[in-house]
């Protein structure tokens, strides 16, 4: 981290100087880097550590947080990546893992997005790709309060709607988990929220082969979260 020299943004300010700068880390990493075996030594235990210290930073405005040095970020990690920690999270804009989880580096987070955070073929091979040849010990699935795609599928679930195009194949995914809590005490929406990160976090770890083996074999982890809009809070809702 840089050095503020007295300088303390809010969580705004620090939002709006971030969010024009750090860019996405879901990428995949040359092939260089692939070849030179480059992979993390941070464990998955660490990562989770990791994270929630780093959560907290950002939900407590922690005053060391600032405009990090990205030139000197940019030039460390061009040659090759050892992200650490996965994250399958939604598309939303108000839900961006590399603020969520402030204080890291570039090339600390390995990120996937879609509207609901669900699991389909391109995150699973992303998600496979980041255990398999990056050694990333650590898979979470952040879904987040007032999800627009978990609220979608509480409709189908609750009053039958239909959505246009391809929003209702996407929303179909979340529909299992939206039944399996209809009728419980405690918000439907929030309810589902939980209930999908949880079944999506299950589906990486059992349905995947690649993962699937890593985990018996106590390589990696995979979690689920709920991230609060109101106070900025990441929630883990596995261990």
């Given at each position: ?136 010990p650590l898979v979470l699935v952040l879904g987040h309060e007032s999800c627009g795609a978990v609220t979608a599928a509480c409709a189908v679930v609750e009053k ?27 918000d439907f929406v929030d309810n589902t929220v939980r209930e999908s990160a949880k079944r999506t976090a299950m589906k990486i770890a059992t349905k995947s082969q ?30």
């Open positions: 981290m840089c050095l503020c020299h007295g300088f303390t943004p809010d969580r705004r300010q620090f939002l709006s100087l971030a969010a024009t700068s750090i860019v996405a880390t879901a990428v995949f990493g040359r092939a260089s880097a692939f070849a030179a075996g480059a992979s993390t030594n941070v464990t998955a235990n660490e990562a989770i550590v990791r994270l929630k210290a780093a959560n907290e930073k950002y939900a407590s405005d922690a005053p060391e947080l600032c405009a990090v040095d990205l030139s000197r970020q940019r030039e460390q990690v061009a040659q090759a990546q050892t992200p650490w920690a996965t994250i399958l999270t939604c598309s939303d804009s108000r839900v961006p893992p590399e603020l969520v989880f402030a204080d890291l580096r570039l090339g600390e987070l390995f990120v996937a997005r879609n509207a609901g955070n669900i699991v389909d073929t391109d995150t699973m091979g992303t998600i496979e790709y980041g255990a398999e040849h990056l050694g990333i039958h709607e239909k959505f246009p195009g391809s929003i209702g194949p996407m929303v179909n995914d979340i529909v299992p988990a939206a039944k399996a809590v209809y009728g419980k005490p405690g690649i993962v699937s083996h890593l985990v018996k074999a106590d390589k990696v982890k995979v979690l689920a979260a709920r991230y609060d809009l109101h106070n900025g809070r990441v929630e883990f809702l596995t261990s």
